[in-house]
C-alpha cells in the first residue's frame, strides 16, 4: 500500500471524479457514507449521545454527511459549525443544505462561551480540519481541540485528527486533538507512522473510497505501508529437488564474554528461517554455549573472550555481524581489517554498527546494498542528531544513497530505507521490546539473504515476520513474558499465516466504488 502526501491524495482525487464521471460532491458522500457505515455496524443503534464537529471546508462537508446519515437512522446526534472563517468550499454548503432540509440546523460555534457539553459517555467525530492542513490551529479553535482533549469523550477522527500534519512536523505549542479512533482515507498518513505524533492516533485504520488505483500507482509514491498482501509476492517457495545447498550459508560473526546469548539468537534465528546452512563464529568462551544451544550450526571460534582475528574458514553466502560483540580495541582493530578485505554481502548490527560510527571510513569498503539494523541510539551515532522524526527519515535517506545501503530503522512501524524509499511495516507490539530482539531480526535477515532473497526484499519479509509472531504470541501470552525466544518459538506461525486464506490482511473486505448518486 502506498503512503500518499496531501498533494497525491487531491491529484488522486480530481482524477477520479474525472475518470468516473462525478462530481466532487459525490465522492465526498461517498467517502463519508463509508465512515458513517463504520459506526452504524458497531453502535447498532444505540442511544448514545453524539457530537459532530465540522470545520467550514471538504472536511467539514465529510462531516456534515456523517450528521446527515446519523440523524436519519435516528441517532442521538448534534452537529455543529466550527465557523474559524467566512469562506466555505462548494461541497460543505451542498451538505450543509442537505442536512438543512431535513429539518436539522446545525449550531455555529463563534467563540468558546458558545462550545456545547460534552460528558465522558458521549462520542465526538472529529471533522474539523482534513489531510490539508497547513497551519495550527488558532484562537478558539485551538480551544475548542483541547477543550474535546480534557473530556476524555471517545472520539472519531475523520481523515487525521485535526491540527496534525500528515507529512511535517508540528509547529511549537500547535494543539492537536487525541483522536481514540481515525478513519484515513485510501492510505495511511506519514505522521500516523512516526513516535512524535504518538499522543494523537491511539488506533487508525485505512477506509477505501475507491481512488483510481492506476493513477496513484504511476504517481510512482516513494512511500509504502507493508501489509501481507505486499508480502505473499516476495515468498519463494520450495522445490522438491532442493538440498541444503541451495538455500545458502549464513555465517553469523558476534558474541563476546558474557554476551554470548545475542549470537547464538541470531544464529537460531537464520537456523530456523530456512538457511541451509549456518555456521557462528565468537570467541572460544561461547563454543560449548553455542553448540548445545544450537547443534544445528556449525561454529568457529577466535580468541579467547573476544573477537580478534576474523580468521574464519567458512565461505559463506552471507554474513551477518555485530551481535554481542563488543566495541573492545582487539575486536575494533579486527573489524576494520575485516571490512575493508571483505567482498561477501553484509548484515551489520549492534556494535558492529557502533565500530562504523567510530571509524565512517569504513563506509567505503562495505558492499553495496549491505543492511543495517540499528536500535536508535546507534543510528544516531551513525547519522547524526536529527530535529525530528521527519528531518530523521530525510537523513537517512540521504545516508542511504551516498553510501548505497539499506538501513532498517527499527521502531513501532519500522522503516526499510533503500536510498529510494522507504517501507514502513505494519507488524509487531510492545512485546518485542525485549532484549536480543534485535539479535534475532539479523538472523532473520541474514538467513533469508542465505536464501536467494533480495537484499531489500530481505529486510522488508524479515520484519514482517518478527513483527507478525509478537501478534500472533499476543493472543496466548503477556507482554512482559515475551522474550527474543518467543519470536523463534512463534515464527511457524508467522510463515503460515500468509496463507492462511481467513485472515488475510486487507484494508478493506470489499473494495469500494465511488457512487455517481448523490
Known amino acids: 500500500m502506498y503512503i500518499l502526501s496531501p498533494k497525491q491524495l487531491a491529484k488522486a482525487d480530481k482524477v477520479t471524479i474525472t475518470n468516473n464521471n462525478i462530481a466532487s460532491v459525490d465522492l465526498m458522500e461517498h467517502a463519508a457514507t463509508l465512515c458513517f457505515q463504520w459506526l452504524h455496524s458497531r ?5 448514545i449521545k453524539i457530537h459532530v464537529f465540522c470545520g467550514i471546508g471538504n472536511n467539514g462537508g465529510d462531516g456534515l454527511v456523517i450528521a446527515r446519515q446519523l440523524f436519519q437512522h435516528g441517532y442521538n446526534v448534534s452537529c455543529y459549525i466550527v465557523n474559524f472563517s467566512d469562506k466555505r468550499t462548494n461541497e460543505f454548503l451542498t451538505n450543509y443544505s442537505r442536512l438543512k432540509e431535513l429539518g436539522v440546523w446545525p449550531t455555529v460555534i463563534n467563540n468558546e462561551n458558545e462550545f456545547p457539553e460534552v460528558s465522558f459517555e458521549d462520542i465526538v467525530i472529529d471533522a474539523i480540519f482534513g489531510n490539508g ?16 482533549n480534557n473530556t476524555k469523550v ?7 485528527p485535526s491540527g496534525l500534519f500528515s507529512d511535517k512536523t508540528l509547529l511549537p505549542k500547535q494543539v492537536v486533538l487525541r483522536a481514540s479512533h481515525t478513519l484515513s482515507f485510501q492510505t495511511p498518513k506519514l505522521a500516523f507512522l512516526l513516535p512524535e505524533n504518538k499522543e494523537y492516533l491511539n488506533t487508525w485504520e485505512v477506509i477505501d ?3 483510481d488505483e492506476d493513477f496513484i500507482h504511476n504517481l510512482q509514491p516513494k512511500l509504502h505501508y507493508i501489509s501481507k498482501s505486499d508480502i505473499i509476492p516476495l515468498y519463494k517457495p520450495r522445490n522438491k529437488w532442493s538440498h541444503k545447498g541451495t538455500y545458502g550459508h549464513s555465517l553469523i560473526i558476534g558474541g563476546s564474554f558474557g554476551k554470548i546469548g545475542a549470537v547464538t539468537l541470531a544464529t537460531k534465528a537464520a537456523l530456523k528461517i530456512g538457511s541451509g546452512l549456518v555456521t557462528a563464529y565468537l570467541p572460544k568462551c561461547g563454543y560449548n554455549i553455542l553448540q548445545i544451544s544450537a547443534p544445528e550450526a556449525m561454529v568457529e571460534v577466535d580468541d579467547e573472550q573476544v573477537l580478534t582475528y576474523y580468521n574464519f574458514k567458512t565461505i559463506p553466502t ?7 560483540m563488543g566495541t573492545s580495541e582487539k575486536t575494533a582493530i579486527g573489524f576494520e581489517k575485516f571490512i575493508k578485505e571483505n567482498k561477501l554481502p553484509l548484515v551489520i548490527d549492534a556494535d558492529a554498527i557502533n565500530l562504523l560510527a567510530q571509524n565512517k571510513s569504513l563506509l567505503t569498503y562495505l558492499p553495496e546494498k549491505t543492511i543495517l539494523t540499528p536500535h536508535p541510539k546507534e543510528l544516531e551515532r551513525l547519522i547524526g542528531i536529527w530535529k525530528n522524526d521527519y528531518d530523521k527519515l530525510e537523513i537517512a535517506l540521504k545516508f542511504c544513497k551516498e553510501h548505497s545501503l539499506i538501513i532498517v530503522i527499527k521502531g513501532a512501524h519500522t522503516a526499510v530505507i533503500d536510498g529510494e524509499s522507504m517501507y514502513f511495516n505494519s507488524t509487531g507490539n510492545p512485546a518485542l521490546a525485549t532484549a536480543g530482539s534485535g539479535d534475532v531480526l539479523t538472523g532473520l535477515i541474514t538467513g533469508l539473504i542465505a536464501q536467494g532473497y533480495q537484499p531489500k526484499n530481505a529486510a522488508i519479509f524479515g520484519v514482517f515476520l518478527h513483527g507478525k509472531t509478537a501478534d500472533i504470541a499476543i493472543q496466548e501470552t503477556a507482554y512482559e513474558t515475551f522474550t527474543a525466544s518467543t519470536i523463534l518459538e512463534y515464527l511457524p506461525n508467522a510463515i503460515l499465516d500468509l496463507f492462511n486464506q481467513e485472515n488475510i490482511e486487507e ?4 473494495k469500494a466504488e465511488p457512487s455517481s448518486e448523490a
Not at 43 to 47: C, N, R, S, T, V
Not at 141 to 147: A, D, E
Not at 154 to 160: G, Q
Not at 318 to 324: A, M, S
Open 43 to 47: 453502535l447498532q443503534g444505540q442511544h
Open 133 to 148: 492542513l497547513t497551519r495550527k490551529p488558532e484562537g478558539f479553535t485551538k480551544k475548542l481541540i483541547q477543550y474535546i
Open 154 to 160: 471517545f472520539t472519531l477522527a475523520i481523515d487525521v
Open 209 to 211: 473510497i475507491g481512488l
Open 318 to 324: 552471507i554474513i551477518g555481524i555485530g551481535p554481542g
Open 507 to 510: 484494508v478493506e473486505s470489499e
